[in-house]
């Protein structure tokens, strides 16, 4: 019986972060017809937003937890912040980049000229150190 409350104990302390990717591809002037978020049992979140259709690509808020036990929220503010650093820096030729958010938070997005899409990951800086990213 201890052994099985040991090992709970230790299972209910580990906090859970979330790796968030949103990708939009071939929206319309209004938005997209196809918005769809899945998330993972791990935390982790997917949302697709595809076709030209009358509905916005927005992320149902998600919580981050951080390796300090603090937590940012993924809402549709911060996605919105999120998306007016990534147009800025989305040119002619530069099509990809990373910035680190706030101390907290490591972004990388993606653009694909010929196919209008965009891909972003959000995650805590620890992941994205051990997935190798530099910065």
Partial sequence: ??????????????????????????????????????????????????????????????????PDGGTVVLNENLQSVFDEIITKNITETTHSGKFIYDNKLFVRYSYNVNEDSLVVNIMTLEEAKAEGNNF
């Avoid at 859970?16 to 209004?30: D, E, I, P, Q």
């Avoid at 899945?38 to 808020?61: A, H, L, Q």
């Fill in 1 to 66: 019986m201890k052994k099985v409350l040991f090992i709970f104990c230790l299972i209910g302390t580990i906090s859970m972060s979330a790796k968030v990717t949103y990708v939009r591809t071939r929206g319309g002037l209004f938005g997209y017809k196809y918005v769809n978020q899945t998330t993972f049992n791990n935390g982790d979140s997917n949302v697709n937003c595809s076709n030209p259709g009358w509905t916005w690509c927005r992320i149902t808020p998600v919580n981050i937890t951080l």
